[in-house]
């Protein structure tokens, strides 16, 4: 691997794991074993090795919320879990690149410019999620008005926004994949009211399986 690739994806898992605002180039040149001068070479600071990562985050993100996603949901049952599949790799995307979302405000102070691109983030989820809630409604969903569906899609695009900081309040350090599922549960919680009995059926499973991970969880740390 590159030495500006292994600087890229170095900075990611220290700021992940201590916190951007307290992980610097020397503390990144260490876990490297390269001196600070050879990191000045490729990054001439700390904010061009964030901002190369913002747009990585910015690239995956927005391949996977513009997928079409019409085209890839089958009719009747299936199509929950469809929707389930999709959101499961939105939050896995957004745990990736978590340290943007964990001091997110101090950031965004910090770096002005990104808050133009998170707000276009902010409008791509919403965007994806009304897909999701059409798609589920026009499966023989409960109907909503106008005003219960946009409340209910901003209720889930503020899920998917501040779902990383409320995990990291309550949780701390816990298994990814528990964190994920519950994610995704959150927001399928909000949509479970509206849901056919075949569309139910999957998200009782759903919740069968996260009760599952809770309790293997429990019982290995007993």
């Known amino acids: 691997m590159k030495t500006r690739d292994r600087i890229i994806e170095t900075s990611l898992r220290l700021f992940n794991e201590e916190g951007e605002a307290h992980t610097t180039t020397i503390d990144i040149a260490a876990e490297l074993d390269i001196s600070p001068g050879n990191l000045y070479y490729h990054f001439k600071g700390k904010d061009q090795i964030i901002a190369e990562l913002f747009e990585q985050f910015q690239l995956a993100l927005g391949e996977i919320l513009n997928a079409p996603l019409e085209l890839?949901?089958?009719?009747?049952?299936?199509?929950?879990?469809d929707n389930w599949y999709f959101l499961y790799v939105v939050l896995e995307e957004l745990y990736l690149y978590r340290f943007f979302y964990h001091n997110l405000d101090d950031l965004l102070r910090r770096y002005p410019r990104m808050l133009r691109s998170f707000r276009r983030i902010i409008g791509h989820k919403r965007a994806a999620l009304t897909v999701i809630i059409?798609?589920?409604?026009?499966?023989?969903?409960?109907?909503?008005?106008?005003?219960?569906?946009?409340?209910?899609?901003?209720?889930?695009?503020?899920?998917?926004?501040?779902w990383l900081s409320y995990e990291r309040l309550l949780h701390d350090e816990e298994n990814p994949q528990v964190s994920i599922h519950r994610g995704v549960l959150r927001l399928l919680t909000m949509v479970a009211p509206y849901l056919g009995e075949d569309q139910l059926d999957f998200y009782r499973q759903c919740e069968a399986i996260y009760e599952a991970m809770l309790a293997r969880g429990s019982a290995e740390g007993a």
Do not use: P, W
């Open 72 to 81: 890839s949901l089958d009719a009747g049952g299936k199509r929950l879990e």
């Open 134 to 162: 059409e798609s589920v409604l026009g499966a023989g969903g409960v109907g909503l008005t106008r005003v219960q569906q946009d409340v209910l899609i901003e209720n889930m695009t503020l899920q998917l926004t501040y």
